[in-house]
């Protein structure tokens, strides 16, 4: 087990949380910790993609391989 230091605002908070969703405060802390980990990779693809439609090159590259892949989904094997 680790310890972690944090301040009283915080604590309250979490064992709010903790409380309202009948869970103990580590499992509270796990579950934030996960979301925030989605949250941060989700806005960073979104970033890159971004960046990639202001490259209309770049763009017409991902459509092409978009197409590529979209047509194996023609390939007789139905839902396996």
Known sequence: MTMLRINER?????RSLATERGEPMSRVVEEL???????????????AYRRLRGDPEGWAAELDDRGTWESALGDGLGDV
């Open 10 to 14: 915080t604590k309250a908070a979490l």
């Open 33 to 47: 910790v996960e979301a925030a980990r989605k949250e941060q990779f989700f806005n960073a693809a979104d970033a």
